[in-house]
């Protein structure tokens, strides 16, 4: 089975910083890779699919990039709302799918 | 407006049962593979099981093979999921999602129904 790792598991940042969050996988998964927002309390919401395409209605300042085994998620100038828990979801093997441990994103 | 409510959550004692669904809008339900997944409190995601849109196949997380069964009726737009022997472990927020192809990512998730397996 293919591993996926994803780091860091939190990360405190301010209002307007950049930050970045990476999943790893153990094989080369192509660019069959997403990524979701989930709130507390709330369902997880898609950003990000195929590695890099963003979701309709997703503001600009979310981007994916990376393929093969190493991807990432950046926020370009967070926003008070995007305040929540990240997971990345290896895609490759239809239908059976890894998600990441997920990244909590705090306030600093 | 595609949209998935699920019902059917509760307690229920370890080896019970317990029958999940989700009602579908917003999209032909025939043309889209579904799946269940869940999320233990505090806990990360983790897939469930994916009935295939055009076969009806069926998959399973190896936590639930042979104790949990997905399925559809298409005339009520409604996706089930049967759930036997349960256990303590099996507590979780169940979501549905359609999944969505090429790329096999989901969108959207309904709002998922609580299941609790407690004594």
């Known amino acids: 089975d293919i591993q996926m790792t994803q780091s860091p598991s939190s990360v405190s940042a301010s209002v307007g910083d950049r930050v970045t969050i990476t999943c790893r996988a153990s094989?080369?998964?192509?660019?069959?890779l997403a990524w979701y927002q989930q709130k507390p309390g709330k369902a997880p919401k898609l950003l990000i699919y195929a590695a890099s395409s963003l979701q309709n209605g997703v503001p600009p300042r979310f981007s994916g990039s990376g393929s093969g085994t190493d991807f990432t998620l950046t926020i370009s100038s967070l926003q008070t709302e995007d305040f929540a828990t990240y997971y990345c979801?290896?895609?490759?093997?239809?239908?059976?799918?890894?998600f990441g441990r997920g990244t909590r994103l705090e306030i600093k | 407006e595609v949209q998935l409510l699920e019902s059917g959550g509760g307690l229920v004692q370890p080896g019970g049962s317990l029958k999940l669904s989700c009602a579908v809008s917003?999209?032909?339900?025939?043309?889209?593979?579904m799946t269940w997944a869940r999320q233990a409190a505090g806990k990360g995601l983790e897939w469930v099981a994916t009935i295939a849109r055009n076969s009806g196949e069926t998959w399973y997380a190896d936590s639930v093979q042979g104790r949990f069964t997905i399925s559809t009726d298409t005339s009520k737009n409604t996706l089930y999921l049967q759930m036997n022997s349960l256990r303590v472990e099996d507590t979780a927020i169940y979501h549905c999602?359609?999944?969505?192809?090429?790329?096999?990512?989901?969108?959207?998730w309904g709002q998922g129904t609580l299941v609790t397996v407690s004594s």
């Open positions: 917003g999209f032909t339900f025939s043309s889209n593979s």
């Open positions: 979801q290896l895609a490759d093997s239809f239908p059976r799918v890894t």
């Open positions: 999602v359609r999944l969505l192809s090429p790329y096999n990512y989901f969108d959207p």
């Open positions: 094989q080369d998964i192509g660019n069959y």
